[in-house]
């Protein structure tokens, strides 16, 4: 009985993910565009169980860190675009108790948490790429990848090796920067609105934000002096002392 059982392809994970990442786009979908109180907590909950089961350590499988990073990459990238498509501040019938969710959709920590694992990405395929030098030459097509039948996730006969070179040419740092950027305009767009949520007598603290403020100046100041665009660094490196300050254990 055991020999009439096909063994699986060695691609398997590989296809299983890409269905898993098929069904957390529809639903995540179905739920933000919902724009009910329902709809939005399935959402949030399919995106934190999509997340533990395909987005974390992987034990018991040898998964290459940057393919692990570029399916992260990918999942993250989905929640922000669709976040931005339906912004749950628009749900009018949320409360007071799903304020951590709406924290955890917010439009600028969706766009951050993209951007980080884009720069991770892009750090991950860099070290690849110097290890495998001449082996990531692009091979001539094999007749094997004419016959086999195109499954979902399916790998082609250059194995990962094609989905590394296409990697490669992907400009992740420039991608991470677009988001950077627009995670900053609107995280100094909500910070005025809730500054202006504050009477004249009382004194508005910026330091339950500042640690994020930080973080997004500092990343957005690297990645431009990475690029050799010094002069545009400066004043995001200047927004980041000024976010970092009275933080002393924050290192920039």
């Not at 992740?172 to 950027?181: D, G, I, N």
Request: hydrophobic content about 35%; proline content about 5%.
């Amino acid at each position: 009985w055991g020999n009439a059982v096909p063994p699986p392809p060695a691609d398997m994970i590989h296809q299983c993910k890409a269905v898993a990442e098929w069904l957390n786009l529809k639903l995540l979908s179905a739920g933000f565009s919902s724009k009910t109180e329902s709809g939005f907590i399935a959402a949030t909950t399919q995106w934190r169980e999509h997340q533990k089961a395909f987005c974390g350590p992987e034990s018991g499988l040898s998964i290459p860190e940057w393919l692990a990073w570029s399916f992260v990459s990918r999942q993250r990238l989905v929640l922000c675009q669709l976040v931005e498509r339906h912004p749950p501040s628009s749900c009018f019938d949320l409360d007071a108790e799903n304020d951590e969710l709406l924290a955890l959709c917010s439009p600028w920590r969706t766009s951050l948490s993209a951007a980080e694992s884009l720069l991770r990405l892009a750090r991950e395929i860099d070290r690849t790429r110097d290890s495998l030098g001449d082996e990531l030459e692009t091979p001539p097509e094999s007749d094997s990848d004419k016959l086999r039948d195109p499954f979902i996730g399916t790998l082609d006969s250059g194995g990962l090796t094609t989905i590394l070179r296409e990697e490669c040419r992907t400009s992740h740092r420039q991608k991470a920067l677009e988001l950077v950027l627009k995670a900053t305009s609107l995280f100094e767009g909500e910070l005025r609105k809730e500054k202006r949520g504050f009477y004249a007598e009382d004194s508005f603290r910026e330091s339950s934000s500042s640690r994020s403020g930080a973080r997004m100046y500092y990343l957005a100041g690297g990645i431009l002096l990475g690029m050799n665009r010094h002069e545009e660094a400066v004043p995001h490196l200047q927004k980041a002392s000024k976010y970092a300050k009275g933080w002393r254990d924050l290192e920039l």
